[in-house]
């Protein structure tokens, strides 16, 4: 199985005054705009999923429902709690892990935040092991990421990083 990891786009900014909630904050219209260049790139190079899951927050969620109107996925779309930024990515690995529905799946696409999404890859193709040297992975907005699931042992998922792609070269591909 292949997860592909989208972090949601551009979104407006965080206000810390008045009754404005982070979960709320929308997509801008340039997010919008990028994110829907991404979908079309996805869908020019054929690129399908079984599932699209996306965290309930405003900004995420809307990111998962341009992808999943673009590529005819709306009734595959779910919201996952455990994709929030405060989220257990442990009880996300159980969930995905322990259910034999996901093991049918050859593809999901899970939308979320920073730096929650690149912990979970860090966490899957590491093995749990220290990387040497320190590094870490950086997902920018609309960033996209594909990784090959090798094992799921409860409660952890394992794997290899295949992609990982800014927005711009995304967009690129599809053309």
Not at 112 to 125: F, V
Not at 139 to 148: D, H, N, T, Y
Request: aromatic share 6%.
């Amino acid at each position: 199985m292949d997860i592909f990891i989208l972090r949601h786009g551009e979104a407006g900014k965080k206000l810390t005054t008045g009754n404005n909630k982070d979960s709320e904050r929308p997509l801008t219209a340039a997010g919008q705009k990028e994110v829907a260049e991404i979908a079309s790139s996805l869908k020019e190079m054929d690129i399908k999923f079984d599932l699209i899951i996306s965290s309930p927050l405003k900004r995420a969620h809307q990111t998962a429902a341009i992808v999943a109107k673009t590529l005819k996925k709306e009734n595959k779309m779910e919201d996952w709690n455990e994709l929030k930024p405060e989220g257990s990515k442990q009880e996300l690995y159980r969930k995905l892990s322990s259910s034999t529905q996901f093991k049918q799946y050859s593809s999901i696409l899970m939308v979320g935040h920073e730096p929650y999404l690149t912990e979970m890859i860090s966490d899957i193709i590491s093995d749990g092991k220290a990387v040497r040297g320190g590094g870490h992975i950086i997902l920018k907005k609309a960033g996209f990421a594909r990784i090959g699931l090798t094992s799921f042992t409860p409660p952890n998922l394992h794997g290899e990083l295949k992609w990982l792609l800014t927005p711009k070269h995304l967009k690129n591909m599809g053309k």
